[in-house]
Nanobody
């Protein structure tokens, strides 16, 4: 059974940090890109970052470049999203997802259709 389980969300003040984790099971981790997406209240889901560690690919949305850092641990089959200098506009439900044999990112976009498996999400709230 394929599972992606996010954790690490919570309430933090602006300027603070959180680290999200995405624990996976049920698929060959190194063959997949892991992407992070978020959905703010009343808005559509947007791609934030993606990693395919086995080929050294990482990518970031412009809105988080320089503040967020993605990483992964193949042995633990877990991906992480370190979020620093958080802003109120980062408030959203954050999802991780897995994309088979892609970088998870193409020409400035994180094509959701590339991602076969999704987690249930974790809430991140940044207070001003």
């Amino acid at each position: 059974e394929v599972q992606l389980v996010e954790s690490g969300g919570g309430l933090v003040q602006a300027g603070g940090s959180l680290r999200l984790s995405c624990a996976t099971s049920g698929f060959p981790f190194d063959d997949y890109a892991i992407g992070w997406f978020r959905q703010a209240p009343g808005k559509g889901r947007e791609g934030v970052s993606a990693i395919r560690r086995s080929v050294g690919d990482t990518s970031y949305a412009d809105s988080v470049k320089g503040r967020f850092s993605i990483s992964s641990d193949s042995a633990k089959k877990t991906a992480y999203l370190q979020m620093n200098s958080l802003k109120p506009e980062d408030t959203a439900v954050y999802y991780c997802a897995a994309s088979y044999l892609t970088s998870g990112y193409y020409r400035g976009e994180f094509p959701e259709g590339w991602y076969e498996y999704w987690g249930q999400g974790t809430q991140v709230t940044v207070s001003s």
